[in-house]
């Protein structure tokens, strides 16, 4: 008896040790989940207006394309790294000639009145872009003129392109809108239509309405989940758009627990973003650049043409110092044409350093020299070739940011020994009245490259466009030239990506033009909301590509034994 009572001891401590050991381990992380479920809503801050929400009037009003990116579907969009991603289309493929696109629509794209998507949505849509009233930039309106769009039937539609033209892709990216709903509707009338304020989509969320104050002026937007949604129902249950003055007010709604983000976070407001623990700052490259266009084809002043001297410059200048100084260290150093994080980019491309040594070298090496006995930085303090003195006249934009910009470019020129002067214009003049007909020396300007996803920048620096493109340095050399003409008609993106790598180092050797900086976007959303996965932008509105992905409720629990 004694024996069994012994045994009946040892086998309790046993079973004792073994749960101390199982109570005393850490939960393996593979045997717990984290499951997002449906429900919640966030509402974001945005800065200024909305006035028409349609996919084919929103180029110049940032707060209709943010509403826009969610209500309406396109055939494709485009990923960070600037490569097409399937939205509504099922597939797409290109003929061996690159000339004809056909795509299959999914069979379960729906618009939001329940009606399927199909062929003739996206041949209404692409139709509006050929028309003579609407509002659209003309080598736009002239591609789609030379365009031809083909239903093969409900399902499959296809794009007949005259030539080879590798870009194409990127006019894909563009909300459809509704056939059955707007069917004989033209460009001009579809300007003020109705259906403008009552917009029927095929996107992620769908229209509610607009909120209103006690005046009845519109405040904001409600939008709601689209059960149908190609892609997926998203995890949000509803969405809020609620609009601001300026930043500041949009900052103060999220301290008053009126919104959960701001959409786009101004340096003004950045320190009492970045000061705030439940607000997740999130910061990628902008699609725009800072750009100094030199008129290489000036007739009095020839030296504006030598590479020398337009890489002198540009080591002249702190960029680094001047993103720090003058953008609150919020932008990256230009290194060439194509932006950063395309897949065009090339990833070992240098931008030309800082050297003010280098940069007086090279203006001597030119004759260019300093005049005896005059004292670095003094005004009189300019270089000469016996008759002439070194001088630039640089036209800007008149804000505060690009007048600080140009005033700090102008200091540093006149510390090698370059006269400057500074012209400050309005946009729309610096465009009508020096750009287009070639009347400056020196423009700094913002190169926007907005709502495009490829990398193809034949019209700036091609030189068919030096008379009367975009080429406004007026910038000729062949090579570049045959570069750009062979990516444009290249569909392999390998092939591309050589030809675009080229093309880049050339331009550094040759700087055409200064570029200094490209921006950051900021862009500030609750800590409670998760999922948000923001990469590179082609356009703010881009920050919305996973948002059918973003949730707030989760279910939580250990595999075989769930808990919520």
Do not use: C
């Amino acid at each position: 008896m004694r024996r069994i009572i012994w045994q009946l001891v040892i086998a309790l401590g046993g079973l004792l040790l073994v749960l101390g050991l199982l109570l005393g381990q850490t939960p393996d992380p593979e045997a717990t989940f984290v499951q997002p479920v449906h429900g919640g809503s966030y509402a974001e801050g945005l800065i200024g207006r909305s006035i028409r929400l349609n996919p084919l009037l929103d180029r110049g009003n940032q707060v209709d394309r943010d509403i826009d990116r969610l209500l309406y579907g396109a055939l494709v969009r485009f990923n960070s790294f600037g490569d097409p991603v399937l939205e509504l289309a099922e597939s797409f493929a290109v003929s061996a000639d690159a000339t004809l696109y056909n795509f299959t629509i999914r069979e379960d794209a729906m618009w939001h009145d329940g009606e399927p998507v199909t062929a003739n949505d996206v041949i209404y849509t692409f139709s509006k872009f050929a028309e003579e009233e609407y509002p659209a930039p003309e080598d736009l309106k002239q591609l789609w003129t030379e365009v031809q769009v083909v239903k093969l039937d409900d399902k499959n539609v296809q794009f007949q392109l005259p030539e080879r033209f590798a870009p194409f892709m990127d006019y894909m990216a563009v909300g459809l809108l509704p056939d059955h709903l707007l069917r004989g509707v033209d460009a001009e009338a579809l300007i003020n239509h109705p259906f403008n304020l009552e917009p029927i989509g095929s996107g992620p969320f769908r229209f509610e309405g607009f909120q209103r104050d006690d005046n009845g002026e519109v405040t904001g937007v409600s939008l709601t989940a689209f059960e149908d949604y190609a892609l997926g129902q998203p995890f949000l249950e509803r969405v809020e758009f609620r609009f601001f003055g300026d930043a500041h007010a949009a900052f103060q709604a999220f301290e008053d627990g009126e919104v959960d983000g701001i959409g786009q976070v101004s340096e003004e407001i950045l320190d009492s973003v970045l000061a705030q623990p439940d607000l997740n700052l999130h910061s990628v490259r902008s699609p725009s650049t800072a750009i100094v266009f030199l008129n290489t084809r000036h007739p009095d002043k020839d030296y504006l043409g030598e590479k020398d001297f337009r890489q002198a410059l540009t080591m002249a200048v702190d960029r680094q110092r001047m993103i720090g100084e003058l953008l609150g260290g919020q932008g990256l150093v230009a290194s060439g044409p194509i932006l950063p994080g395309n897949w065009a980019f090339a990833p070992n491309l240098e931008p030309l350093p800082f050297d003010m040594l280098a940069a007086e070298e090279l203006l001597a090496d030119q004759g260019w020299e300093v005049p005896a006995g005059i004292p670095r930085g003094s005004p009189d303090y300019i270089r000469t070739d016996g008759e002439n003195q070194l001088s630039i006249q640089l036209a800007h934009l008149d804000d505060a940011l690009y007048t600080a910009v140009a005033e700090m470019l102008q200091a540093s020129w006149q510390s090698v020994g370059i006269s400057v002067e500074l012209v400050s214009l309005p946009a729309p003049a610096i465009v009508s009245d020096m750009l287009i007909p070639r009347q400056f020396e020196a423009v700094l300007t913002e190169l926007d490259a907005s709502q495009v996803a490829d990398p193809d920048p034949y019209s700036f620096w091609h030189d068919s466009q030096a008379e009367t493109g975009q080429n406004y340095s007026g910038f000729e050399d062949r090579n570049i030239s045959l570069w750009l003409e062979q990516a444009r008609i290249t569909p392999n993106k390998d092939r591309r990506q050589e030809h675009y790598r080229d093309f880049q180092f050339r331009f550094r050797d040759q700087a055409p033009a200064l570029l200094l900086y490209h921006p950051i976007f900021n862009y500030a959303i609750s800590s409670d909301i998760q999922g948000a996965n923001l990469g590179p932008v082609y356009d703010p509105s881009d920050r919305f590509a996973n948002i059918k992905d973003w949730f707030l409720l989760v279910r939580r629990g250990f595999s075989g034994a769930e808990e919520t």
